[in-house]
């Protein structure tokens, strides 16, 4: 019923930027916290930037300052913009979503497949 698509990453020279798009589709009646995650290998994902419907942000220490998260509300998109990046933001980051279905009471939380980011020279 919902899709949850991310793109944007890729490998970039430390120092460079990237900018990572989550796309929420299907029979959506409205998004609230939308939410970007991240998991290196051997180590527990953990949370990076979330947005809330009214457009207040909040940033993991390790990125505040470099990272900027926004939504679009008539596109169901949420960005995170990297700059800055270093060595250790390499990962796999995740878009993660709460979404009241059309028709159905409450909401559900979803998860996007990941996309690589991965900062190296």
């Known amino acids: 019923q919902v899709q949850i698509v991310e793109s944007g990453g890729g490998l970039v020279q430390p120092g460079g930027s990237l900018r990572l798009s989550c796309e929420a589709s299907g029979s959506i009646f409205d998004i609230y916290a939308m939410d970007w995650f991240r998991q290196a290998p051997g180590m527990d994902r953990e949370f990076v930037a979330g947005?809330?419907?009214?457009?207040?942000?909040n940033y993991a220490d390790s990125v505040k300052g470099r990272f900027t998260i926004s939504r679009d509300d008539a596109k169901n998109t949420v960005y995170l913009q990297m700059n800055s990046l270093k060595p250790e933001d390499t990962a796999v980051y995740f878009c993660?979503?709460?979404?009241?279905?059309?028709?159905?009471?409450?909401?559900?939380?979803?998860w996007g497949q990941g996309t690589q980011v991965t900062v190296s020279s």
């Open positions: 993660n979503v709460d979404i009241a279905l059309i028709g159905r009471y409450g909401t559900n939380n979803y």
């Open positions: 947005v809330t419907t009214g457009g207040r942000t």
